[in-house]
């Protein structure tokens, strides 16, 4: 596709759900990037993706927080036993950028609002 | 803690007026970005300015960048309801980290019609 696609666009769960957002980058992007966003402020980098593999997942703030992107593309962003302070929305970014070519921006999908009730 | 800092956190204009929004950062930067995110969805991005580069144009927007002072300003000039956004400035934080982008907390501007 044209851009950065991601689904669902607003998710409710109830406390305790399992919940799984998916993430389309654009064909071809190397990199792909997971931020979380409070209401009202910058978002925040979760995990990053070279490929398939999970180069920086330091930002995940706990255990219950689980990516992948097994073939390179599509990737998931998991989180287990939901808790209201993980509310926020999900916003996937993917680049060209890897070690051989620098200063490539990102490009972000609209992201999923997640509403944990 | 959030690497970059942006002021004013809200700015309202009325169209045709210039709006100027600064923003500061505290490691050393390889380029620092500027973003555009309207209400409910996703960031765009406006402008890229290298570490070595003083200033950067794109159509009605200009970035400065005073790597001395680790700051960064965006103006926009003859402002439209449509630049009605908050604007959000993203530096990287490294190779080894795949460049994950810091941001601030962004600017909120309202460009009243």
């Known amino acids: 596709g044209a851009g950065v696609s991601q689904s669902p666009r607003y998710k409710v769960a109830k406390r305790g759900q399992d919940v799984a957002l998916r993430c389309d980058p654009i064909?071809?992007?190397?990199?792909l990037f997971w931020y979380q966003q409070a209401l009202g402020q910058g978002p925040e980098f979760l995990t990053y993706?070279?490929?398939?593999?999970?180069?920086?997942k330091s930002g995940l703030p706990s255990d219950r927080f689980f990516a992948e992107r097994p073939e390179g593309s599509v990737s998931t962003l998991k989180i287990q036993r939901t808790q209201q302070e993980d509310s926020a929305v999900y916003l996937c970014?993917?680049?060209?950028?890897?070690?051989?070519?620098?200063?490539?921006?990102?490009?972000f999908g609209d992201g999923t609002r997640l509403s944990i009730l | 803690s959030q690497q970059g800092e942006e002021d004013p956190q809200a700015l309202s204009i009325q169209e045709g007026e210039n709006a100027t929004m600064n923003c500061s950062y505290k490691?050393?930067?390889?380029?620092l970005q500027w973003y555009r995110q309207n209400s409910g969805r996703g960031l765009v991005h406006l402008i890229l300015?290298?570490?070595?580069?003083r200033e950067k144009h794109s159509g009605r927007l200009r970035v400065t960048l005073d790597t001395s002072k680790k700051s960064s300003s965006l103006l926009i000039t003859a402002s439209r309801a449509a630049d009605t956004a908050s604007y959000f400035c993203?530096?990287?934080?490294?190779?080894?980290?795949?460049?994950?982008?810091?941001f601030g907390e962004g600017t909120q501007l309202t460009v009243n019609p």
């Open positions: 993203a530096t990287p934080r490294g190779e080894t980290s795949g460049s994950r982008l810091t």
């Open positions: 993706f070279q490929n398939e593999a999970q180069l920086d």
């Open positions: 064909s071809g992007h190397v990199s």
């Open positions: 970014a993917s680049s060209l950028l890897r070690r051989t070519v620098r200063n490539q921006p990102q490009h």
């Open positions: 300015i290298r570490s070595n580069e």
């Open positions: 490691t050393s930067i390889n380029n």
